[in-house]
């Protein structure tokens, strides 16, 4: 290299000099003999400015929270991508609440929802506030933090059990990131319970993020979580974020392609063939179903007697009216639905049975086409009701069609027949395969000729 080009060097990495200190980095100021400063080393500004950023870096470092720097309040989308005045809504007020919370951590904030729905990114950017600002945080994802205790009692650890545990359970702030993906095993249940146990008893702030539903969870942390005196739930209805702008209709499990010529306009109110009052009836129903495509809100039931009476035609109709319009809709048919569910357990499955039952439960709009239980397995029916139950308790727009025949878990029923959340339609008209195969066979017997009605 030459000399020029080592004097180049030189001037990029030499460290700007202070003009107040040299470069000391301390001062000592021009005060009388009995002053108390009287010969003492002052640091200079730029040294406690030096100070200050090394305490946040370590604070940082040890955070837990160092390759996640980027993700901060400013970072965050608060009105979402493409999202339906409601979850727009829903997401801001979550966004607000994370926001106070960094402000004046206290108590429990359980930031809950599905995945890529921003859980993490609120987490993150309430531990980088905080951080700023100087204040000590612990950010770690659960399963890691199982890992860590565990790794304390291996020969090499420099560092107890007790010792690691006790950091975690007593940081000043903890965030718990995917808490519920950790392996639930008795060990690692019961370090969870005796780590929230304790931070409830101190009334630690704490910050966890989930994908699991409370019911899902330990009776004992479940009581812990939903104590509102001390914890808040934020629950965000948002979808995938990476799936923001992309036509997914809602999942890969939907076929509503199939169902694509089933519109309200291609439905048929039926006329002269129905008698007055079972034509009121279609009439109305029709109607309710075009009111749930202008404003989808909580459950709405197709239900009747017969098979091919409309159930599915109304349900596809709302269903491709809302596509059209952006929103990600999910039609699935229930038997499908339990099939693709089991099929994910499969050894090489393509996608993991908690992803499609996450895609499912949380999906924008879901219809469930032909719901009934009768031949479903125990494990198939309990199923079918932790999604219809989260949708439920989150009024998250759903249609569904069944049968009066129709065995269903009665768990299932009291949700979907709840009419103070669910509007139930039932449809008395017949078939229509039956009455238009009756209208074929009449004309077909009609004689032929001038008399024949026309």
């Given at each position: 290299m030459s000399t020029e080009n080592l004097s180049t060097v030189k001037i990029k990495t030499e460290k700007k000099v202070c003009p107040t200190c040299g470069g000391a980095g301390w001062l000592r100021r021009d005060v009388p003999v009995d002053h108390p400063?009287?010969?003492?080393?002052?640091?200079?500004?730029?040294?406690?400015?030096?100070?200050r950023q090394a305490a946040l870096d370590s604070l940082r470092q040890s955070s837990g929270v160092v390759h996640l720097s980027q993700l901060t309040f400013e970072r965050f989308k608060a009105d979402g991508v493409g999202l339906s005045a409601e979850r727009k809504k829903n997401l801001?007020?979550?966004?607000?609440?994370?926001?106070?919370?960094?402000?004046?951590?206290?108590?429990?904030l359980v930031l809950k929802g599905g995945y890529g729905c921003g859980k993490t990114h609120l987490a993150a950017a309430i531990a980088n506030e905080r951080l700023a600002r100087g204040a000590p945080v612990l950010f770690i994802v659960a399963p890691d933090l199982l890992d860590h205790l565990r790794a304390t009692f291996a020969p090499t650890s420099e560092i107890t059990y007790d010792e690691r545990f006790e950091t975690v359970r007593s940081a000043e702030l903890l965030i718990l990131?995917?808490?519920g993906a950790q392996?639930?095993?008795?060990?690692?249940?019961?370090?969870?319970?005796?780590?929230?146990?304790?931070?409830?008893?101190?009334q630690l702030a704490t910050v966890i993020t989930t994908n699991r539903d409370l019911e899902d969870l330990d009776p004992r942390l479940r009581s812990r979580f939903a104590d509102s005196s001390l914890s808040s739930i934020a629950t965000i209805l948002a979808p995938d974020y990476r799936q923001a702008g992309v036509d997914t209709r809602g999942s890969q499990l939907s076929n509503l392609g199939m169902y694509s010529e089933m519109q309200f306009e291609t439905f048929e109110l039926r006329g002269d063939e129905l008698k007055s009052h079972v034509r009121d009836n279609l009439r109305r129903v029709f109607n309710k179903a075009k009111d749930f495509a202008e404003h989808p809100a909580g459950l709405i039931v197709f239900t009747g007697a017969e098979h091919g009476c409309g159930k599915t035609h109304l349900a596809a109709a709302i269903a491709n009216k809302l596509a059209q319009n952006g929103d990600n809709v999910s039609f699935v048919t229930v038997p499908d639905l339990l099939d693709h569910l089991r099929a994910a357990f499969a050894p090489g499955a393509v996608a993991s049975y908690d992803q499609r039952f996450e895609d499912?439960?949380?999906?924008?709009?879901?219809?469930?086409d032909d719901l009934g239980t009768?031949?479903?397995?125990?494990?198939?029916?309990?199923?079918?009701?932790?999604?219809?139950?989260h949708r439920y308790v989150s009024r998250l727009p759903t249609i569904i069609t069944t049968n009066w025949e129709a065995e269903v878990d009665p768990r299932i029923?009291?949700?979907?027949?709840?009419?103070?959340?669910?509007?139930?339609?039932?449809?008395?008209?017949p078939s229509y395969r039956t009455t238009h195969r009756r209208a074929e066979m009449k004309n077909e017997s009609a004689p032929r000729g001038r008399g024949r009605a026309r």
């Open positions: 400063d009287f010969g003492r080393a002052l640091p200079c500004h730029c040294k406690v400015a030096e100070t801001r007020d979550t966004f607000e609440r994370a926001r106070k919370f960094a402000d004046a951590p206290r108590g429990w990131d995917d808490f392996s639930a095993t008795a060990w690692a249940n019961e370090k969870m319970f005796q780590l929230f146990n304790h931070r409830y008893n101190a499912t439960r949380n999906a924008t709009i879901l219809v469930l009768e031949n479903a397995t125990p494990w198939a029916r309990e199923k079918l009701f932790q999604i219809i139950d029923k009291s949700r979907i027949f709840d009419l103070a959340r669910s509007s139930v339609e039932e449809i008395l008209a």
